[in-house]
């Protein structure tokens, strides 16, 4: 089970601001978390970005805990020997639709793209490959299902269930004969 020690704040990049499983979280990766999610924010939202959401106070906390949660979901990964090998993680990239010019893959637009973005390519290597493990470790968790024999009797039950049902024709002729609606009528009641 994860241990973690209440965050540490402080303002050297080199000290750590929480500790996971015996791993840091240095203020430096803080930082540099809270300022991807500014970029994801304006990406998003463009100019109409309200100001005080891209506070770093604000932000802080949300990227703290989604550094914790992605160690957490690494190291079990880990535990689980799940990895991503070079050869997938390239095979990812080179799909990616931002670095594609006229449908293939450019490394000119690789490049530009990451330098844009503010990343080396061997961070963003190192990014994705956190991303596809974790999304391995999901994929896992959430393709194993445990259901029992009496859910699983039900849910047959239900799937192949049927329904009895009786009706009867009643002629409209029976019964229009006997109404009648004056247009002020009508009128009066859409109005």
Known sequence: MASLQSPLFSGSPDKPVALVDGEEILDFDL???????????????????????????????????????EKLMLAQAEELKLATGDK????????????????????????????????????????????????????????????????????VGLLYESRDYHYIDIPLANYSKNVSVSEKEIADYYA
């Open 31 to 69: 930082q540099r978390a809270i300022n991807m999610q500014k970029r994801q924010l304006l990406a998003m939202m463009g100019e109409n970005a309200d100001p005080t959401i891209l506070e770093d106070s604000i932000l802080r906390g949300p990227a703290l805990e989604s550094l914790i949660r």
């Open 88 to 155: 997938q993680l390239n095979s990812v990239i080179v799909a990616m639709p931002q670095f594609q010019e006229d449908g293939r893959f450019s490394q000119e637009r690789y490049q530009q793209v990451l330098r844009l973005q503010g990343y080396s390519g061997s961070f963003f290597k190192q990014l994705l490959k956190s991303d596809l493990t974790i999304q391995q470790l999901s994929t896992a968790v959430a393709g194993s299902a445990f259901i029992s024999d009496a859910e699983l009797s039900r849910s």
